[in-house]
């Protein structure tokens, strides 16, 4: 199947600090990408919708300004939590669903974000 | 609009055991639905999907669901529960177009020797 990386894995970071996390598709164009934010033991939360080349659509809720996405090309998007705070640590997910195959969504491994 | 729902946070069985885990869906539009597994820490694994024609999905690890639309359910089953899949699985549903999933709140399965 399609392959979805996601980057990094893991991150800490302090306080008031920015962090982008990147997601690839890698053998495969990806018109819409997805974000999803899940806390421990709980569900995933779709937080926004990424169009390439177009202003990402966010779920009601969801800061637009702390949550930027970006996606420049067909196979990147990229997620930048702004002014972090620790309330914002969690598990970022993003998935990709192939351009005319439209049946399946595919997701990278996550990002453990912490920030202290 | 979309949503799914999971009954049951947690299920335990034993090693050998049937398992089945409850999904009942709300869609306006025809659904695809879809099962998902994931480890601690992990990203999600496709189990498997339903999107048009047989109502009886096959996945992967001898896992199976069955489509009832006159139910709006799309329940997981397993005739023989390992201590290996014991996991959080996730019933997502999506409709058709690009559109992201929408998924359940999770249902944890602990599998006892």
């Known amino acids: 199947g399609a392959v979805v990386s996601q980057h990094p894995s893991w991150v800490i970071c302090k306080s008031g600090t920015s962090v982008k996390i990147e997601c690839r598709s890698l053998d495969f164009q990806a018109t819409t990408m997805f974000w999803y934010r899940q806390f421990p033991k709980q569900s995933l939360m779709l937080m926004a919708t990424s169009n390439e080349g177009s202003k990402a659509t966010y779920e009601q809720g969801v800061e637009k300004d702390k949550f930027l996405i970006n996606h420049a090309s067909l196979t990147l998007s990229t997620l930048t939590v702004t002014s972090a705070h620790p309330e914002d640590s969690s598990f970022y997910i993003c998935?990709?669903?192939?351009?005319?195959?439209?049946?399946?969504?595919?997701f990278g491994q996550g990002t453990r974000l912490t920030v202290v | 609009a979309q949503s799914v729902t999971q009954l049951g946070s947690h299920v335990s069985v034993s090693e050998g055991a049937l398992v089945l885990l409850r999904c009942n869906y709300s869609s306006s539009v025809p659904p695809y639905l879809f099962w998902y597994v994931q480890y601690p820490n992990q990203g999600l694994q496709l189990l498997l999907k339903y999107t048009t024609g047989a109502t009886l999905v096959k996945g992967i690890n001898g896992f199976e669901a069955e489509f009832k639309k006159s139910e709006t359910s799309f329940h997981l089953t397993k005739p023989s529960a390992h201590m290996s899949d014991a996991a959080e699985y996730f019933c997502a549903v999506s409709g058709a177009s690009g559109t992201a999933l929408i998924f359940g709140k999770g249902t944890t399965l602990s599998v006892s020797s």
């Open positions: 998935s990709a669903r192939v351009t005319g195959i439209d049946t399946e969504a595919f």
